[in-house]
């Protein structure tokens, strides 16, 4: 089950960006995030707090354990206004996401997918214009997940993030079929919780 994280949820929803930065200490580092910089604690407090912070939840058990979180966020980077999107859109109507994350206990079962359908079933049924997402042009999953739910690469850019120098950003849109925009206040995804 995907819902939004509370407060009581900040534990869990930190302790799989933990095993993430385990992983790509033993592995290969596909984020570009910083441990202890992005995304840490504050990170995840802020958008909790802001309402922006979804988690999957396992449904076996007592479904105490998260295995995926992202952040559907109304605010853009400041390099997004250097981007040729070609789906324009006022920032109420825009949907970033942010800090997409899946543990490595749950790798290639497909949670990614089910963490993106569901921020696009969200985004089309808040009448949104536009998702934007991006990510390291190394970070070959994050690239494949894009390409494969239709995603279109509105350019590369070389960005400092995190203060520890220059990566090169994919930027990643999608537009919702028929996402014309209702035209009143900023699209948020309040109400939306279920599954993906």
Known sequence: MIRRATGHDIDAVQQIYMELFAWERRHEAYSKWVSGVYP???????AIAKQEMYALWDEKGEGKKIYAALAIS?????????VNWKFRAPPRLVFVVRALC???????????????????ETASR???????????SGNVPAV???EK?????AGRKSVVRFGVGADERAYYEWAPAGG???????????SSQGHA
């Open 149 to 153: 739910l239709g995603f279109r690469c």
């Open 144 to 146: 494949k997940l894009c």
């Open 40 to 46: 840490d604690r504050t990170t995840i407090r802020r």
């Open 102 to 120: 899946v543990s490595p206990l749950r790798f290639r079962e497909g949670l990614g997918t089910q963490m993106m359908h569901f921020v696009m």
């Open 74 to 82: 109304g605010e853009q980077p400041e390099d997004y206004a250097r």
């Open 126 to 136: 808040m009448r949104c214009r536009a998702v934007r997402f991006d990510v390291w």
């Open 180 to 190: 014309a925009g209702n035209g009143t206040g900023r699209a948020s995804p309040e």
